[in-house]
């Protein structure tokens, strides 16, 4: 794969962040922490029930340069990536195959049919 990879689809890196309910709980919000160029390739899927509605699961394999760790831009698990109203769950992230510049990050997109 060294050599192979295409950055050619912008994401926005997002990060769980909790924000003040008004009521004196919390809430969780999203907090963009930039846009990562990756490419994105899908792995597998499967439907499955869901609370009252069907639900299509895609794994896919994402690439996206490398940052140095504990930096903003680097992503983590818990995480996600956004692509307009789609989104992809990050699960794990690892050192690419591509080489030292780039990480892979295994995430999970979950439409409700």
Known sequence: MRGQVRLSRP??????????????????????????????????????????????????????????????????PGQRLRDGARVFAIEAVTESAAGPGYLTLWAEEEVVA
């Open 11 to 76: 994401l926005v890196l997002e990060a769980p962040a909790r924000a003040g309910d008004g009521a004196g709980g919390f809430v969780e919000v999203w907090e963009v922490r930039g846009t990562l160029w990756a490419e994105v390739v899908a792995r597998t899927g499967r439907d499955g029930p869901g609370e009252g509605a069907s639900v299509a699961r895609t794994a896919y394999r994402i690439t996206v340069r490398a940052a140095p760790q504990g930096a903003p831009s680097r992503p983590v």
